[in-house]
Every structure is written in C-alpha cells, then in structure tokens.
C-alpha cells in the first residue's frame, strides 16, 4: 500500500468518524496524520509498526493502524464504520462544498443516501431551509455533483499512464509476432482521458490467453499490417489536424512508418502530443519543430514547496534533488501566511528560511537557490506581506488559493491588480481549476495575458496533473504578446520534480518553443532578468 493510499484509509475513518459524530480529538489526530502520510518521502510500506511509531507526529494507535493497513489492505475499525453507513452517504463525502457534518445533516434530516438523491432534492429546492445551508449552497452542490457526473469514466493522463503501458506490455508480450500502438487521445498525452486506445496487427483478442482488467474503457481497433503506419497517423491526429495537413498534403497510403508520412510531403517529424490544431502543420512548415520546447531545455525549476510550509522535504534535499538532475537552479516557493492550512509563512519565518538559504547557497554554488515565494493574491488583489517583506524576495508567484467564488469581472480585476503589483513576478495557475474535479474562475483570460505582457509578468504553467494551468489552447497567445511561460511543477516533494514532464507535455500541445520558455534559460540570464524586476 502507498503512503498516498495508507493516507487516504486515515482521513476516510476520521470523515466516518465525524460523520457518526465521534470523538473530535481523535478525529483530528487522524486527520493530521493523513496529512503527514501523504507527504512523507519514506514508503511505509517498507517500515515495521515500531519503526512507524518513531516518526513525527505518528502516535501508537495510529502507527497500529498504518501496520493493519499494510498487513491486511484495511483495518478493523473502519470495515466497521462502512458497515454502519450507506455506500451512497460515503460517495456524497467526496461532493465538492461539503463535508462529513453536512453530510450528516443531509441523511439523519432529509433522509438523503446518496448523491443522485441529493441532486433530486437540490432541484426540488429542499436543501434551502435546512441550518447551515441556504440558496447559494445548493446551488454550490448541485453544480458540482452535475460536473462530476459529466466527467465519471474520465482519468487524468498521469493516473491511467501506468496501467495503460502494462496493458500495451501485456498485449505485445502475448503476441510478440504482431504489432500494437497507442493511439487517439492517450498517445496524444492529452490532459485526461476517458477511453485507452490500441491499433493492433491481430483480428481477435483470445480472452482465454489474456485477461484485461481496467476501470477505464479500452477500445483495440485491427488494422491490416502493411496499413499500420498509416491507420496510426490517422487515429492519433484530432480532426483539425488531419483536415489542415489534407487540405496542403497528400496522404501517401502504405508506408513503412509515420517518419516516412511526414517526409514524403517534405514535413519534418511532429511527435503526437502536438498533433492537436491545424497550426501545428504551418509550425512544422516553417521548420520551427526544432524549437519545440523539450524536457533537457529546461534549466532549473521554480514553483518548489518545502518543510517550511506543506512540502514533504526540506530546502536542501529539494535542491539536491533537482541539481543531481544536472539542473541550475530552484526557486523556493513556500506559502504566505495567509495561507494557515498549509503552514504559511509568518515575516519571521521568511526571514529565518532567507538565511538558511543563504547558508545553502555558499554550498551549493555555482547551483543557485533562489528566494522566493508562493504569495496569496488577497480578495481585494493584494499581495500577502508589506513591502519590506516582498522586496527582500527574488521573485514572487501570485496565485488565488481561496474566494474561488466569484464573476468573471470581480475575479478578473483581481488577478488585474496582482498583476499590476510590482513584486509579482510570476502568475500561478492562472484559472485555479483542477482537471475533473473543478472548474477554473471564470476570467477575461486575453485581459490577463495582456496585462501580463503589460507589466512584464511571467505566466505559470503549473504542471501539476490536477491543474496543467494555464490551458496549452493559450499559449499562443501568450508568445504573440512576448508573455513567457514557466514550467513550474509545483513539487511538494522530490517526487513531484517529476511533474514537470507533465508540463512539457501540455506546452508542446500549445506549440511553446524554448526562447519563449522561462525556465530554459541559462542561471545568468535568470539572474539577470529578476535584478531588472527588482529594480
């Protein structure tokens, strides 16, 4: 079991917990270990209950409890507690905008057990007059169980990736003589997906031989070999695509491969994942795909969380980690103040992280750690600290954290006014959403892009799987007003560096080349734009 899952069980038992109205201190003990679990670098699966009760903040009981769930998958206690509750009220848990005390209300007062149910009673307006709720509350909840239902059979990229190459493995192992491709959206490494596409040189799957077992829908299409590499072009390209290359192209059936396609109407390679608009075929036309942004570009990494706020790893483990990657630099991002429930940082804190990383740098140099900061951007658009605070950073990333709520001119003016702030120096997450689980704001995105281009402000591409904010869709857009985009990965841990392929793969799709890419650029030239900024 993975520390991801291991902290998943704690908070399922503490939301069962409060949900049946249970001991609060041991509630929130649970709750705070859950949080602890998913960020630790150490897999507890490898660890005794000894060992697991010698880590910080990890007492006995729930150390007997990380043993049960590595031992058995579950723990008593909480096989219990699903006995006592309908499996509807526990999928109503995982409703955005509510949780177990609401939920709670809505069983025991309104005999509510599932989230069908409670979509049915937000229509018939009975959630109103119940305490705690009102118009604006159900009108909240029914959105989001409406979005959820919209996306179900949905994956991210990076949650189906792995299942989905055990599956090709499993295909070619068993038929080592035939041919098998990913195709469509997920050879596309699109953002999510909802069906796992295969082109396959066999007419029949033997399901005597190979059993597939997937939450997500698979579909294996049968192509005559010597068609293979055209059927692949063909399946892997989206609609824009293949109508902007047919309308300049020809496409030469029966080739040997799709390098063969491309060079035979005299058009350099493009790998799938830009094979989304039909601007692709002009970039390629102009020999630009050499400039396409790649992982090696990239130089170093901004957008880092450490244990100075609710990142898993401290300043000088990140560091080490993205220098023995042969990268030049990071840049420390940790949350501001206002930012409580992830440990944000009070103006003493920064001031003692400032000389610990001044005291690293004397190390780690000629790698260089820069200072800076994951700032609020307030409800009014106001950074988080004073001046003398914000001017002792290197750089600061704005981003919106809470207040998602609001139209599309109160949420624009409020980037519009962090943007216009002259500590900003880089927008994060631009619309805050999280890919199948939120809706971004809604915002005057070219208003945003613009201002950016205005005040010298750099936009984030946060590679995070959840969020791949800002949209690949925008990014031309950005380069034609010179706005750079940064491929921050928003690590929390060392494993989250990783990310950043994510990121490389959205920018591609957006036709990002390396000139316009931030963070591709040598250590002096970072250096050197930030003192420009400062001043």
């Not at 909802?194 to 997937?214: D, H, K």
């Not at 005291?359 to 750690?369: D, M, V």
């Not at 890919?435 to 892009?449: A, C, D, N, V, W």
């Not at 990965?489 to 080349?513: F, M, T």
């Amino acid at each position: 079991m993975t520390n991801s899952e291991i902290a998943d069980n704690l908070k399922l038992t503490a939301n069962l917990l409060e949900l049946l109205d249970d001991n609060p201190f041991k509630i929130k003990s649970l709750l705070s270990a859950s949080f602890k679990v998913d960020k630790m670098e150490v897999d507890l699966h490898t660890l005794g209950q000894q060992e697991i009760e010698k880590l910080e903040s990890i007492g006995k009981s729930t150390a007997a409890k990380i043993n049960e769930l590595n031992q058995t998958g579950t723990t008593t206690e909480l096989q219990q507690l699903l006995q006592r509750v309908p499996k509807g009220v526990i999928q109503m848990m995982f409703i955005k905008g509510i949780g177990p005390k609401k939920v709670a209300m809505l069983w025991k007062n309104l005999d509510v057990e599932s989230p069908g149910e409670l979509l049915y009673a937000c229509n018939e307006n009975r959630l109103v007059e119940l305490k705690g709720f009102g118009e604006k509350t159900q009108a909240a909840i029914k959105k989001s169980i409406e979005y959820s239902q919209s996306n179900e059979g949905k994956f991210l990229y990076a949650e189906i990736e792995e299942e989905a190459k055990n599956i090709l493995a499993q295909l070619q192992n068993n038929y080592p003589e035939e041919q098998f491709s990913f195709t469509g959206a997920f050879r596309r490494k699109c953002e999510t997906i909802e069906e796992l596409e295969i082109l396959s040189t066999i007419a029949g799957i033997e399901q005597s031989t190979l059993v597939i077992n997937t939450p997500i829908a698979l579909k294996i299409t049968f192509v005559e070999s010597q068609k293979f590499a055209t059927e692949l072009f063909k399946t892997t390209a989206t609609t824009n695509f293949l109508d902007a290359f047919n309308a300049k192209y020809t496409l030469h059936e029966n080739t040997i491969s799709e390098e063969e396609i491309f060079t035979k109407v005299g058009l350099p390679y493009l790998i799938p994942s830009v094979r989304e608009s039909g601007n692709a075929i002009d970039f390629a036309a102009q020999n630009k795909t050499k400039d396409l942004i790649q992982l090696v570009d990239i130089t170093g990494i901004f957008h880092v969380h450490t244990k100075y706020s609710d990142g898993a790893s401290t300043i000088k483990d990140m560091a080490a980690a993205v220098k023995a990657k042969g990268m030049q630099y990071i840049g420390i991002t940790d949350h501001s103040r206002s930012a409580f429930y992830a440990n944000g940082l009070t103006a003493e804190r920064v001031l003692q992280q400032h000389q610990e990383i001044d005291e690293l740098n004397k190390t780690f140099a000629p790698f260089k750690i820069f200072k800076g900061i994951e700032s609020d951007i307030l409800y009014d658009g106001n950074l988080d600290y004073e001046e003398d605070i914000l001017k002792q950073f290197d750089f600061v990333i704005a981003s919106v954290h809470s207040v998602l709520k609001m139209d599309v001119e109160k949420a624009t003016n409020r980037l519009l006014k962090a943007i216009e702030n002259p500590y900003t120096t880089m927008l994060g997450h631009m619309t805050g959403r999280l890919l199948l689980s939120r809706e971004g704001y809604p915002l005057h995105t070219q208003k945003i892009i613009d201002a950016c281009a205005a005040n010298k402000v750099i936009i984030e591409l946060n590679a995070n799987p959840y969020r791949l904010d800002i949209d690949w869709r925008l990014i031309s857009h950005c380069m034609k007003k010179g706005v750079s985009i940064s491929i921050n990965p928003d690590a929390h841990s060392i494993l989250g560096i990783d990310d950043l392929q994510y990121g490389i793969y959205v920018a591609q799709k957006g036709l990002l080349n390396k000139e316009m890419c931030f963070n591709a650029k040598c250590l002096t030239d970072i250096e050197s734009y930030f003192e420009i900024k400062k001043k």
